[in-house]
């Protein structure tokens, strides 16, 4: 983010997960670029500490324990050759903090 940033032509920033989030927020505002006023960031966890940013940063709050279970359940399946039909959909939540808003030059 670091390289890119001074000439980051996105709106907005979706991370793997919350850490690289909030390195992607330290190094946009090292260059002076707003958060959420000239990009938005989001993570996926919702670590504890995501509501502490500065700002506060939106993200994907995700079930592991449940996609951990779906993932061995799957596993189980193919060794047992009794695969599971595909098109569970695991629960996931945005909690909408933030570090995100509307894009630069769109209508409220």
């Known amino acids: 983010m ?8 996105a709106t907005a920033v979706v991370a793997a997960n919350d850490q690289m ?7 946009l505002s090292e260059q002076g670029i707003s958060i959420p006023g000239d ?3 989001t993570g996926v966890d919702d670590i504890p500490e995501a509501a502490y940013f500065s700002p506060p940063l939106t993200t994907l709050r995700v079930d592991f324990a449940a996609q951990g279970r779906a993932a061995v359940q799957e596993l189980l399946g193919q060794i047992n050759r009794t695969p599971r039909p595909y098109g569970d959909v695991l629960a996931s939540e ?4 933030r570090s ?7 209508l409220p």
């Open 2 to 9: 670091s390289r890119i940033a001074a000439d980051l032509q």
């Open 94 to 97: 945005l909690i909408t903090r």
């Open 39 to 41: 990009v938005s960031v």
């Open 100 to 106: 995100t808003g509307r894009a630069p030059g769109t």
């Open 21 to 27: 989030a909030l390195g992607a927020m330290l190094a």
